[in-house]
């Protein structure tokens, strides 16, 4: 079968799930007991070539079957589409999969069978920078404009931007890339790190693991917090203490509290001068955002973890009610709406500091931000990457992470290939880890 | 086993399909093919009563297996509970699906996970009205008012609803209930119908159709738009030409536009008076339904069928983007979630015309109308129930509509039982309506 004919042949899925749990990693006030999974597709074709697209939705354990369900209903709409034709417009099959009205019944545009449509989007990224032999963050600022114009689906979104805007803003996006390349390949892309502040942490292994993130070379750590407010005051003060005054420490309270609670409980962390407030209520409250983010000031407001799509974020841009835009990858409808995304936060001049984490989150996201900085903000100042040392063993090609900066990766694709073994693992229930544990769990209760 | 004693013993799945796309019954501009389906269960108990729990969520055909494989992730949930407590307290259950937080990842509170939650909480309702040997308006209708505000959860609402409030108006809406009883028992609740209005038919099934929406006594019908200005113009026209000038008419572009567009196209039918225009742009624009509105007065903006979930309902009526609102009773997290929506409605004081129609909804929603009708809005001004006649035959206790109105249902229960034989005939892919389509499509290939 020769490369000009290949078609997409299969779409493999997994459900791989890890144990996190059982550490504590990943702990924070709505989640107490994540076992960060991931459902994972690969999709194969008949060129040859041995190449395959990966791509994934991250979820934190029940459900991740629900999640593998949903990728395969996608699957009559990818199995024979020509690779040639799908590599160079992904956004054409981003179109069809969200204008299946009967799926899109079951959003639209939102929940699980949205991040299914992420992933099986993202799997076909892989393999189209895999074929061109780049990362993909290259693959994407060295596009022209005009073909990335007509990656986005300005449904929904055209009142806040249009297409002519979003070419004029990729295109003035470009002068100097050739420098910021270089530059981003000598010293990467900023981040900072989660890793100290976990909520099931102890003081100790908090101050312990702030201290040598300083020392790692992170500017900005984080804290979980928004279950008790004496502990959280103690932790903040203990946090401040170990790194001093100098580095940034933002808050994350994933939800947990009401528009007023929010305001409130923010202000009484103030005296321990946190950077931003993450998540502070539901990620579906535009106007309570708004209202937090006028109760909070100075102080930061960050959300984007768990908001739907673009036209979400288009409003909350539109009504003012973030300092700090956190794009997921594997959340929303793939990189297409990702440019979408990336691209409204330019046109209201707000950075983009993204989600990671999770479950290969770090490996996706870095592209998405390499690509930002290069050819569309042009900058990367007051924006960082969420950075989690969890769970990148598994990645074929996993983040690099030198001097609190990701390193620009230069494999070719998405980095989200997982390895074999990892797959074999902790895919469940019949994986080797799981059938262990379950025969484990079988010896003890009997 | 005593009733006192009995616990939930199973959930049962079924994903049952109706081959509506063959009559083009539900075509619209986003939805041109629908198969009516619904992921249903049927909750099993071991009291010995014969009586069972059914619920179910809507959907249009494909998908349906992962909207069933969803309902299937709770059921470890559910399984075990004791049905007194259950029944007594529905809304335990309601927090305990919604917080589960490996499960909210998917969400949270939206999509295919939430409506999951829906078609179970609903299931309980229903089971719990049986036991109480009451239809739900009426079990609902007579609930302290104490009760019922346990019943919601205030979680992301409360900054524009308190419990405080929620319980004046509940104390405040039972004034003058037994005579609004006797008046819904005897006249029934307004509706409306969308019968003549799909996009499939011809002009002169809408005229047909139209005519006899009035003979019967609607005051008010719907036409779907949004597909082609030039034939919603002519359409509208000949819908007005058939009922006249006195018959209200609603106009449902089902998501079609971006905002702009929406003002330009509802304008452009403005002289054929419509009453509302539902769904004019996505269910998430919050301020994109603001700016419609502002845009097409004094023509109506009505939308809910989409909307996910209270946060989003809440927000339509603070920032004053609504003129109707139409919750929907298998969208949301179920009863306990639309308790909160009709708050935050008479809070507001917007009227809320239920979305109805697909499979089952007419039977369910009535409920919630009647219970509004009778102990909280006071009222049936503006307020109308959508009525489509598909598919009721195949509901134990269907709806019954006399001179355009809605009759009070008295049989016990939630109405969302359908028939033994329906599920047998319909379940896909191996009921017998299904295996025998599936026989003569591969005769007719073959």
Known sequence: M???????????????????????????????????????????????????????????GRGNDVQVAAIEALREHIVGRPVDQLCADPGTLNRDLIGDSQLRWL?????????????????VWDLAAKRARKPLWQLLAEGDPAWLVSQVDFRYIADALTPEEALDLLRRGRAGGEERTAALLERGYPAYTTSPGWLGYSDDKLTRLAREAVAEGFTQIKLKVGADLQDDIRRCRTARAAVGPDIRIAIDANQRWNVDEAVEWTRALAEFDPYWIEEPTSPD???????????????????????????IFKQLLQAGAIDVLQLDAARVGGVNENLAILLLAAKFGVPVCPHAGGVGLCELVQHLSMFDYVA????????????VDHLHEHFVTPTVIQ??????????????????DSIATYSYPHGTFWAADTATTKAVTA
């Open 2 to 60: 020769s490369a000009k004919t290949a078609r997409i042949t299969a779409v493999e899925t997994y459900d791989i799930r890890f144990p996190t749990s059982r550490e504590l990693d990943g702990s924070d006030a709505m989640n107490p007991d994540p076992d960060y999974s991931a459902a994972y597709l690969v999709l194969r074709t008949d060129a040859g070539d041995g190449l395959e697209g990966h791509g994934f939705a991250f979820t934190i």
């Open 107 to 123: 959003g639209p545009e939102k929940g699980v069978m949205h991040m299914a449509i992420g992933a099986v989007v993202n799997a």
């Open 285 to 311: 409250d535009i106007l309570g955002h708004a209202a937090v983010r006028k109760g909070v000031a100075p102080i930061k407001v960050a959300t984007g973890e768990h908001v739907q799509n673009r036209i």
């Open 376 to 387: 569309l903000s042009g900058t990367t100042e007051n924006r960082v990457i969420e950075f």
């Open 403 to 420: 001097d609190g900066h990701y390193a620009a990766p230069t494999a070719p694709g998405f980095s989200a290939q997982m390895h074999h």
